[in-house]
Each structure stands twice: as C-alpha cells, then as structure tokens.
C-alpha cells in the first residue's frame, strides 16, 4: 500500500490482534460467596492465622488477597477465606472479605500522631491489668485505656493483680463513680472470677511491662506459650509480649494478649467522643456551646454538665470523674 492509500480503508479493513479483547477491563471484583468464615487469631510478617468459624483446632495460615489492597486485617477480625483451607503444612488461603467490625481498639504512638493503630477488632471487653504494687500503679494509663474502650465501643473490666503486696481499697475509690466493674487478684493465687468474665467471650488484655499480664495469661490459657507457637505463621513461635495474639480458653472464648506498651496516645478521640459513653450525661453535653471541652471553669464557664450536679442528676464525683478522663487525654505519660 503506497503512502495515501489509507484514506481509501473502511471498518471492515481494521485488523484485530488475536487474544485481544476491544472491551474495557471490568473494575467489578469477585463476590467470593463460597468463602469461608473465620476469625483472625495471629498476625507475623505478611501472613494471617484464622480460627476457621472461631474453631481453634482447625487453624489455616492466609495471605491478603490482592484486590483487598492495604485493608488492615488485624486480630479479631471476621474474614472470608478462599483457596486451600485444609491447613495442612505449606498451605496458603486467601482473605477475600474482612466483615464490618463490632468494636475497635485503637491507639496512636502519641497525642500528635494522625495515624491510628488498630489493635484489636470486635472485642467485647477490654481488661486493664494494672498491678497494685511493684509497679505502682498508674491513673493515668487507667484512664486512657478506659477513654479508648468507651470510645472504641468495648466494655471495660478493671483487674487489679499482687493484692498479696498492697490493698486494692485507695485505687477502687477512685473509680467508684464510673461503676466501673473490678476484680482483685493475688500472685500466689489462680484468677478464678477473671475466668468466669472472660468465658465465651472475645477480651483482650492490655497493660505496661511488670504488672503481671502475662501470668495471668499464663494461668488462663495453660498452653499459651505453645498456642503463640502454633499462630506465628512460620513455624517460629515469639515471645507474648511482642505481638498481638488470641489464646483460646479451656472453656470456651478468647483471650487476646496484647504487648505491653510505653505509650497510649488518644489523638483519634474527642471530647464528645467520652461524653457519648455517658448515657446519663451525653444530652445535657449537645447543649454546651460549640468547641466546648466540657472541662468545666474557668477553661469552660458554659459547660452544662454542672448543671446536672445542680440540679441533682449526676453526682459530683461522678462528674469529677468524667473531667478526669477528659483531662487525661492532654496528658500522656511513658511507661518502662
């Protein structure tokens, strides 16, 4: 054909390349309405352990599916689950689905960090380990861990350890007016009335080094050390306290061990975000004026949730309680 010749050519002159589709690529993604159900258990270095349907007998190792892209999957997370779910050795499911979460536990390294980590999903309680001596404890990472709970939607569950070294008594008046739920344990003792909480429930534990989380894990889940070795996901079990892992209990329900931390920042809640966790509280709070940290005077003269006390609604001490977790959001602290 000579140079001008292809103003002469029509549509029945295109030539098509074989395999070559002339259809666009469909953004619609599988629907996976054969995948499995299963719960999250353990997460090391790119790889998942599930629970298939909570079972913890029959564990599956999987990998993040490609077209879930950078959705975080973290432990106790439902997901869906597709390819090989035997099991068996050197076998590699796919997570497909990662179902709408219940509650979230989440952190930030500090006060001034805009990225949220996700510790834990749909969790119904959370357990604050706090040791009553040796170490000290500490009110304000309390407090924190309580803002975080109320405002991630878990249930919080005070346990106070080494009660054989200092009474519980001075700390238990402390939180008497948030009607917070307390149990007392001692070192030389097993934890009964924490296990009879945690039965058939999905908790996780929190607390920093040295209060004693880790015994009581110990206690709960007698092969815990072998059950970190089985969801490491490589065959290369770690030690408890440098991953997030669900251990599953004699009786039934998960206890889901968490590191222990320096740090607990809150930058992701608000003021309006405790509040809400006060039914008694929360209407009274939409009628303080915009921007209000609802602290009370002099940084807040207008707060209405004085005028509860006032008016006999809520008591003092329970307002003064809900200021300090309030408060406790502008202060955070390092624990070693």
């Known amino acids: 054909m000579t140079r001008g010749d292809w103003r002469r050519l029509d549509e029945s002159d295109v030539r098509v390349r074989p395999g070559k589709g002339t259809r666009p690529r ?17 997460v090391d270095r790119g790889r998942w352990t599930c629970a298939m349907d909570g079972d913890p007998n029959r564990l599956v190792i999987a990998m993040r599916a490609r077209e879930l892209g950078r959705t975080p999957v973290v432990v106790g997370d439902n997901v869906g689950l597709v390819g090989d779910t035997s099991g068996q050795p050197d076998t590699l499911a796919r997570i497909v689905r990662v179902d709408e979460r219940r509650s979230v536990l989440r952190r930030t390294a500090d006060d001034n960090d805009p990225f949220e980590r996700v510790v834990v999903a749909n969790a119904g309680q959370l357990v604050i380990v706090s040791a009553l ?6 009110r304000g990472f309390i407090d924190r861990c309580l803002v975080a709970a109320y405002a991630g939607g878990l249930e919080p569950l005070l346990c106070l350890t080494k ?16 009607s917070l739920p307390v149990v007392v344990t001692r070192s030389d003792e097993y934890p009964e009335e924490l296990r009879a909480r945690l039965v058939n429930r999905l908790s996780a534990l929190i ?22 070795g089985v969801v490491s996901g490589v065959g290369k079990g770690r030690h408890t306290s440098t991953q997030t892992v669900a251990l599953p209990l004699p009786e039934g329900g998960w206890a889901v061990d968490t590191p222990g931390i320096r740090s607990f920042g809150l930058a992701h809640i608000t003021p309006d975000d405790i509040v809400g966790s006060f039914p008694d509280m929360k209407a009274m709070a ?16 207008d707060c209405m949730l004085d005028e509860l006390v006032r008016t006999g609604e809520a008591s003092p001490g329970r307002l003064e309680s809900l200021r300090r977790l309030l408060e406790s959001r502008s202060k955070l602290e390092e624990y070693d």
């Open 26 to 42: 469909s953004k619609r993604r599988p629907e996976h309405a054969d995948a499995v159900p299963a719960m999250v258990v353990g």
């Open 133 to 138: 001596a040796d170490p000290q404890p500490r």
């Open 163 to 178: 009660s054989d070294l200092a009474p519980p008594d001075e700390l238990l008046a402390a939180y008497a007016e948030l």
């Open 207 to 228: 607390g920093h080094s040295g209060v004693g989380k880790s015994t009581l894990v110990n206690k709960l889940v007698p092969d815990a050390h072998r059950a970190v």
């Open 286 to 301: 939409e009628e303080c004026p915009p921007g209000c940290n609802h602290q009370g005077p002099p940084d807040d003269p």
